[in-house]
Nanobody, 116 residues
């Protein structure tokens, strides 16, 4: 059975940090491209950052650069998103998605709320 289980969301004050994780089962994260996507209230899905199979990372917006970091632990079959200097506009449901050719797996989503 293929699963991609997320954890780590929550409420944080502006300027704070959170770390999200996605644990895979049934497939290996280093065999897929992994992208973090977020959906803010009333908005469409927005790509955050991606890590390719070869380890190359790609950001989808300048606002994430320098604040968000994606990483992968192959031994734990887990992908992480470290988020620093969070701002209210980062409030969203965050999803991890693994994709390769015609295959894709989604995490269930985790809420991140940045508010004082």
């Amino acid at each position: 059975q293929y699963q991609f289980v997320e954890s780590g969301g929550g409420l944080v004050q502006p300027g704070g940090s959170l770390s999200l994780s996605c644990v895979a089962s049934g497939f290996t994260v280093d065999s897929y491209s992994i992208i973090w996507i977020r959906q803010a209230p009333g908005k469409e899905n927005e790509g955050v950052v991606c890590i390719e199979r070869n380890g190359v990372t790609r950001y989808y917006g300048d606002s994430m650069k320098g604040r968000f970091t994606i990483s992968r632990d192959n031994a734990k079959n887990t992908v992480y998103l470290q988020m620093n200097s969070l701002q209210p506009e980062d409030t969203a449901v965050y999803y991890c998605r693994a994709y390769r050719y015609n295959y894709e797996y989604w995490g269930q989503g985790t809420q991140v709320t940045v508010s004082s």
